[in-house]
C-alpha cells in the first residue's frame, strides 16, 4: 500500500464528493492542507417514561430508539483556491471521508454549514469548517 501524500497536522486526509443515496459515499476529491479534525461523536438518545404506579414512584429511563450526531469540524491551511471551494459546498449535501494515519476510515453523508473566515493560526492562516453528519457513520479498518 502506497503512503498517501504527506499532510500537515495529523496524516489526516479530507476527502468529498457527490451525495448519491443515502448509503453510498463517493468522496473521491481531496481537500489537502487539513489541520485539525475533530470528528461527529455518536451518541444514543433516552426516553424518560412517567407514569402511575412507578417502582418508588420515580421517571423510568429507557434506551431510544435514535442514535444521534454531533457536528464535525476541520480546520485547514488557508488556500484562496480550497476556500473557494468550501464555500461553493456550503449546505450542498455531499459524501465524506476521512482517512486517518493508520489508514483507517470514517465514511458518512452530510453538509457543510459553516465557513469561517480566514484566520491567523500559530504558523499561517487557517479556516475552520463546520459539517452536519446525517445518517450512520461507518468507520472501516486499514484494509492491506
Known amino acids: 500500500m502506497a503512503d498517501p501524500t504527506p499532510v500537515i497536522g495529523y496524516g489526516v486526509h479530507f476527502y468529498y464528493g ?6 453510498t459515499v463517493t468522496a473521491t476529491t481531496e481537500i489537502t492542507g ?18 402511575h404506579n412507578a417502582p418508588g414512584n420515580r421517571a423510568v429511563t429507557l434506551p431510544g430508539p435514535l442514535v444521534e450526531n454531533d457536528d464535525a469540524k476541520a480546520t485547514f491551511v488557508y488556500d484562496a483556491t480550497h476556500y473557494a ?11 465524506f471521508k476521512v482517512k486517518y494515519s493508520d489508514y483507517s476510515t470514517d465514511t458518512f453523508q ?3 454549514y459553516e465557513v469561517g473566515k480566514p484566520t491567523p493560526m500559530e504558523k499561517e492562516m487557517g479556516v475552520e469548517v463546520t459539517l452536519a453528519v446525517s445518517g450512520t457513520i461507518v468507520f472501516a479498518t486499514a484494509t492491506a
Open 110 to 112: 452530510g453538509f457543510i
Open 85 to 95: 471551494t468550501l464555500k461553493g459546498l456550503l449546505n450542498t449535501p455531499q459524501s
Open 34 to 51: 487539513l489541520q485539525d479534525f475533530t470528528p461527529s461523536a455518536e451518541k444514543g438518545t433516552k426516553v424518560v417514561v412517567k407514569y
Open 18 to 23: 457527490p451525495a448519491t443515496t443515502a448509503t
